[in-house]
């Protein structure tokens, strides 16, 4: 856990103890007893297919810069996780798409992360780079830059994608992938 020093309520120091009632150790105010709870960020993303090809970006940013990987990014207080997946496909790929169905939840426990990736439909074949993206491309399955692709986490959630594509079968997938490295 990421030392913590000050609350974030009061600004007086904290200690890390495990609070009454609870089985693991926190944060806790030494003031004003206020628990600061540190959980796993929630990231969301979308596979966005359009005539049988998917659409990647290639990273603008850090980390990761000029590596490509399907929109994504982490949840905003306040949206929902289709709402969350539609904006990072706009704000990355200046896309509109119509989300059809959730594809996967891979927990990254080891980082923090949970991604929640959906399958969805581009409303119309219009997309450009936003500042995030250096390109954005339509992709046959045959064509992902498996070799160039950002995240382990991206790449296996591909995989799955293309896998269910071949197979017929779309199922969801839900996998903890903490000591699976691709």
Sequence with gaps: MAAMKYCGECGKSVSQKIPQG???PRFVC???????????KIVAGCIAE?????????????????LWTYPAGFMEIGEGTEEAARRETLEEAGAQVTIVRLHSVLSLPHIGQV???FIGHLDAEVFEA??????????????????DIAFPVVKDALHRYVDDVVDGTFRLHVADLSHRLI
């Design 30 to 40: 030494d003031s004003c007893q206020v628990i600061h709870y540190h959980n796993p």
């Design 130 to 147: 936003g500042v995030e993206s250096l390109d954005v491309r339509l992709f046959e399955r045959q064509d992902i830059p498996w070799g």
């Design 50 to 66: 359009w005539k049988g090809r998917i659409l990647l970006c290639r990273r603008a940013i850090e980390p990761k810069s000029g």
């Design 22 to 24: 609870d089985n693991l």
């Design 115 to 117: 991604y929640l990736t």
